[in-house]
Nanobody
Framework: QVQLVESGGGLVQAGGSLRLSCAAS????????MGWFRQAPGKEREFVAT????????YYADSVKGRFTISRDNAKNTVYLQMNSLKPDDTAVYYC?????????????????????WGQGTQVTVSS
């Protein structure tokens, strides 16, 4: 079993920054892509960013590209999401997840049902 715990969310003014962390336990995840998704009330869970196991490749939603940076520290079994220039539209619960899909190709990274393990989420609220 894999347990994921997100932290770092909170209330921030538009234009501000937050760094989210996702600490994993129960299994070493260095071989697996890990992603961040977010979900606002009444909306579908949407892709934010994914990083490959080695950290060599990163993928971002168009809405966050240039503002958010995903990274990981495999020695700590932790993935991060640095969020800069935050906008009110970024307000959502942010979830980290582990990709253990059989088809490990970037085209499969964008859909939440391809991920097998999820954290409980952390709330990010951006005020205008």
């Amino acid at each position: 079993q894999v347990q994921l715990v997100e932290s770092g969310g909170g209330l921030v003014q538009a234009g501000g920054s937050l760094r989210l962390s996702c600490a994993a336990s129960g299994r070493t995840l260095s071989s697996y892509p890990m992603g961040w998704f977010r979900q606002a009330p009444g909306k579908e869970r949407e892709f934010v960013a994914t990083i490959t196991g080695s950290g060599g490749n990163r993928y971002y939603a168009d809405s966050v590209k240039g503002r958010f940076t995903i990274s990981r520290d495999n020695a700590k079994n932790t993935v991060y999401l640095q969020m800069n220039s935050l906008k009110p539209d970024d307000t959502a619960v942010y979830y980290c997840a582990v990709f253990v899909g059989h088809i490990n190709e970037p085209s499969h990274y964008y859909t939440p049902w391809e991920y097998d393990y999820w954290g409980q989420g952390t709330q990010v609220t951006v005020s205008s």
